[in-house]
T-cell receptor
Framework: DTAVSQTPKYLVTQMGNDKSIKCEQN?????MYWYKQDSKKFLKIMFS???????INETVPNRFSPKSPDKAHLNLHINSLELGDSAVYFC?????????????????FGSGTRLTVV | QQQVKQSPQSLIVQKGGISIINCAYE??????FPWYQQFPGKGPALLIA?????SEKKEGRFTISFNKSAKQFSLHIMDSQPGDSATYFC?????????????FGKGTTLSVSS
């Protein structure tokens, strides 16, 4: 079973469209994240949710709206897509930040969604 | 203050050689320093991590060296193999501090030639 799974893997869409990316984790983690990886491979945090509560919202356009129906799922909806939104979007999860860090603490990433806006 | 600076941007090493990647940080609240490995088309995968209470951690061929006073840490890959060719990211965060997440360096593309 895949620990953090994202769908779809590839997404090609026209400017102005609205699209969603779904993420699910089966690790029992309490915290989930969305990262954006640009063409130069730079990974930048976008959002973080802890037990369905938004705890990080970096300076991301409000066209991006995350939704967490439960602690195992974190979806990303993007309105009015622009060319500059083209990137690889990664979902990740980790154990509760407020708990002690165990020796195997770490973020588990999904395999990414490559979004291409044309 | 939130940046993690990584160097070099790219690295070519011969098979059997030692690969060394360096990172520096500014935020003294950071207390968790992992390294991630990413292959093309895949997500980053945790390779090895260190907390600031130790100066070195070794797992197989991979070693993290940590210098708290200099605010620097590095990854050493001993006996580098062609299968190690990937992009490596250092990262840092303040575990337990609400509203924080891993901050990544810009990555190092490692090529190990056979």
């Amino acid at each position: 079973d895949t620990a953090v799974s994202q769908t779809p893997k590839y997404l090609v869409t026209q400017m102005g469209n609205d699209k969603s990316i779904k993420c699910e984790q089966n690790l029992g983690h309490d915290t989930m994240y969305w990262y954006k990886q640009d063409s130069k491979k730079f990974l930048k945090i976008m959002f973080s949710y802890n037990n369905k509560e938004l705890i990080i919202n970096e300076t991301v356009p409000n066209r991006f709206s995350p939704k967490s129906p439960d602690k195992a799922h974190l979806n990303l909806h993007i309105n009015s897509l622009e060319l500059g939104d083209s990137a690889v979007y990664f979902c990740a999860s980790s154990q509760d930040l407020r708990g002690p860090a165990t020796p195997n603490y770490g973020y588990t990433f999904g395999s990414g969604t490559r979004l291409t806006v044309v | 203050q939130q940046q993690v600076k990584q160097s070099p941007q790219s690295l070519i090493v011969q098979k059997g050689g030692i690969s060394i990647i360096n990172c520096a940080y500014e935020n003294t609240a950071f207390d968790y320093f992992p390294w991630y490995q990413q292959f093309p088309g895949k997500g980053p995968a945790l390779l090895i991590a260190i907390r600031p209470d130790v100066s070195e951690k070794k797992e197989g061929r991979f070693t993290i060296s940590f210098n708290k006073s200099a605010k620097q840490f590095s990854l050493h890959i001993m006996d580098s193999q062609p299968g190690d060719s990937a992009t490596y990211f250092c990262a840092a965060s303040a575990i337990g501090q609400a509203g924080t997440a891993l901050i990544f360096g810009k990555g190092t593309t490692l090529s190990v030639s056979s």
